[in-house]
């Protein structure tokens, strides 16, 4: 038997879940069992790598830790069980003294395992083990304590639950204490079903238990969400914590708790109760009955010689008690509208175009009227253009206005409607739309009107750190500006695209927010499952590929620590030359780079920078080189030969950051110097049996959720307002066929 078994829920927080389970695993004290809850089935068999399509991102995390740990065993609760259901599910399947539990996004602190076995040895058995845990900001700010002094005043050893009546439980979390197994199973305590299930769960182990202690360290870090605990959000679940109240009230007055326990427990639970009585984003709607409920449960369970505390928390005790609704409201519920409108004000420059987007804010949303952008406004181009396309053969009721910088009007197909971006036309349409669509970010001063609908596509999978996850890297932080800016932007989100689980997670650390995520794939991808030979014909014809070559797509990224555009020392001209006399390079900048010429070029070079479509480049290419790019990730759809040069991945990796090592886990070879890069080539490597698999493991990790027919659930989903279980689901990857490629035309 374990010492400690340590239960930890993962619904909704896969990006952060490995953090978690590292964070046990770690411990220098070894005597437990971790058990991960993830929701629904168990994950397809080899974790992330061969997860099917009905698999779930913290899965695939747990069944990578299970494959490396035997101490690691997952179990499974359907999601409509919540927070509740996953740990119950958990506890059944303990077989530890003690039981811990752990949110999947903290951690615990090294030696902490250690700690509380030595504090255990000293106390001897106790039923419930309280100690302290630390409260981190997500970004800025000094950690907090809050469980310190609710332990202060407890005695030093084992005691009684009558020797610290302050320590009721209904104020500390869950993962705040430890539980002796046993003492559970013979109480037959459970966490109660519902939100706010620790202030119930809490308050009926300490009613329970005979024998207490506690611990003045800090063993688990809590890290803050971003957008605060769900519990905090504004909707009617608030009602729910009047129910885990009179659950706990109840239990204590069968009891017979006496009054200097009573006390105290009824004080803290109407503290946590009036808080959020007088909360008015808490209880957009339904105050009134809240505080209708919260009175009468007050008067059936105050207890007898009860004094309220002073200042103005006792006045609301007093107006509770009273049921005195309008008194408590008007003492309570100032208005903070006009506050909270100033904070919304639109920043476009210059005074008439200020009053010009102001007024159209006063006018109401056109629910046919979407706006569409695409790096910044450099075209009709990825996601955005894809959706576009889409939406006008689903839904032809929607006008559809694309926002381009002056001077990109003619990459924009014929009848697509447009506007400038800083003109008359932009501020309009943008304050008029219901549905805004981009792969970057609206401008600084768009306001996110109440009844619109923000849709980020993205615009590749992350290899390297995105959002806020850059903060650790100066050369691009720099770059990045204001991170809180950023994440202002991120609040106008609604829904947020992603192509695989790995992104899916990474979006989540990156772009901390409160959207949903689409797990779709990327709509610009559905071209490599639709088009034909025709298509690939027609594009190289398009680009000047010759007839009967092999087109070598060499696609670079952006270094944030070099000025402008560099082949990274390779010659293309002389690699042409050392590889065969069949290959020829389509060279493509990455888009920072795609204004005027480069010097060079010429013969067997083609510069395709300035293509209008970077998904008919890859049509046109037979192979990929590229070294740290996205678009490895997209065009691994096509399912051709792709060869990673990697001359700096070192410098790159420290400088920019990456979320994976792309140098273990490659879609092909790798070549590092020039000359090896032209070897693979000539000597056919680059697309032999050990590339091929290498890239099939690739695919599997990374082209999930594109089959072709993304765009048709963004527009179904997003558009036409289709529920989430009527959407097409996501083909796999072995029936799906992607476009041909033209060297296997010539051989035929």
């Keep these: 038997m374990p010492r400690f078994s340590i239960i930890v829920p993962s619904h909704g927080v896969a990006g952060r879940l490995s953090q978690a389970l590292d964070s046990v695993l770690a411990q220098s004290f070894g005597d437990f069992e971790l058990i991960p809850v993830c929701e629904g089935g168990a994950p397809g068999p080899g974790g992330a790598g061969n997860a099917g399509v009905s698999g779930s991102p913290a899965a695939d995390v747990v069944a990578r830790h299970a494959g490396r740990d035997s101490r690691v065993a997952p179990v499974h609760s359907p999601a409509s069980a919540g927070l509740a259901g996953a740990r119950n599910t958990g506890m059944r399947a303990a077989t530890g003294t003690y039981l811990l539990f752990l949110d999947g996004d903290d951690v615990l602190v090294p030696g902490a395992l250690a700690e509380l076995d030595a504090r255990l040895a000293r106390t001897g058995e106790v039923d419930v083990l309280h100690f302290e845990h630390e409260r981190v900001p997500w970004w800025e700010g000094e950690p907090a304590n809050p469980a310190a002094p609710l332990l202060k005043g407890a005695p030093d050893g084992a005691f009684a639950p009558d020797r610290a009546p302050g320590l009721t439980g209904v104020l500390l979390p869950a993962w705040s204490a430890a539980y002796r197994r046993a003492f559970v199973a013979e109480r037959r305590l459970a966490f109660p079903d519902g939100h706010f299930t620790d202030v119930g769960w809490g308050g009926l182990a300490v009613l329970g238990a005979e024998r207490m202690a506690v611990l003045r360290s800090v063993v688990v870090r809590h890290l803050v969400r971003r957008q605060g605990s769900r519990l905090n959000q504004p909707g009617e679940h608030h009602a729910e914590l009047l129910d885990q109240a009179g659950l706990v009230l109840d239990r ?54 009860f004094h309220p505390p002073g200042g103005s928390l006792g006045v609301q005790h007093r107006l509770l008690a009273a049921g005195a609704y309008t008194a408590f409201h008007a003492l309570r519920g100032g208005n903070q509208a006009a506050s909270a409108a100033a904070g919304r004000l639109p920043r476009p420059q210059g005074l008439r175009t200020r009053l010009l987007y102001q007024a159209q804010l006063r006018r109401p949303l056109d629910p046919h009227l979407a706006v569409y952008c695409a790096y910044w406004g450099r075209g009709y181009a990825c996601n955005p253009a894809a959706i576009h396309a889409k939406a006008r053969e689903l839904a032809p009721h929607i006008r559809s206005v694309f926002l381009v910088e002056a001077g990109q009007e003619h990459t924009l197909p014929p009848g697509v409607e447009h506007a400038v971006i800083g003109g008359r036309r932009y501020w309009e349409v943008l304050a008029r739309a219901t549905y805004l669509v981009n792969n970057a970010n609206f401008a600084e001063g768009v306001v996110k009107r109440p009844g619109s609908v923000h849709l980020q596509t993205q615009h590749g999978t992350p290899l390297k750190t995105m959002g806020v996850d850059q903060s650790t890297y100066p050369v691009v932080a720099a770059a990045t500006g204001s991170f809180a800016r950023l994440l202002g932007r991120v609040d106008r989100w609604d829904y947020n695209l992603s192509a695989n689980r790995h992104s899916t997670q990474m979006w989540e650390r990156a772009f901390p927010g409160s959207y949903e995520q689409l797990e779709y794939g990327y709509p610009r991808n559905d071209v490599y499952y639709t088009a034909t030979a025709a298509d690939v014909a027609r594009v190289r014809a398009e680009l000047g590929v010759p007839e009967g070559s092999t087109a070598v797509l060499y696609a670079p990224t952006h270094r944030d620590y070099r000025t402008g555009f560099e082949t990274g020392g390779l010659d293309l001209e002389a690699f042409c030359a050392a590889a065969g006399e069949d290959v020829v390079v389509l060279l493509r900048a990455h888009y920072f780079y795609d204004r005027g010429g480069r010097a060079g070029g010429g013969g067997r070079v083609i510069d395709v920078t300035a293509h209008r479509s970077s998904e008919e480049v890859c049509l046109a290419a037979d192979a990929l080189v590229t070294d740290y790019s996205s678009i490895m990730f997209d065009y691994a759809n096509l399912d051709r030969p792709i060869v990673v040069y990697a001359d700096d991945w070192d410098v790159y990796r420290e400088t920019r950051g990456v979320y994976f090592d792309l140098m273990a886990a490659p ?82």
């Design 667 to 748: 879609p092909g070879p790798v070549a590092r110097t020039p000359e090896e890069l032209a070897r693979v080539f000539r000597d056919g490597s680059y697309a032999d049996a050990a590339s091929a698999a290498r890239r099939t493991a690739f695919r599997e990790r990374f082209c999930e959720f594109d089959d072709g027919r993304a765009a048709e659930r963004v527009v179904r989903r997003v558009f036409l307002g289709e529920p989430p279980e009527a959407i097409a689901p996501v083909l796999p990857l072995a029936e799906r066929v992607p476009a041909p490629a033209a060297t296997t035309l010539v051989r035929s």
């Design 252 to 305: 204590a007055a069968g009891a017979g708790l006496p009054p200097e326990r009573s006390g105290p427990l009824f004080e803290q639970l109407f503290a946590l109760i009036l808080k959020t009585a007088a909360h008015p984003r808490r209880l957009p709607a339904g105050r009134r009955a809240f505080f209708r409920r919260a009175s009468a449960l007050y008067r059936r369970h105050r207890p007898a010689g």
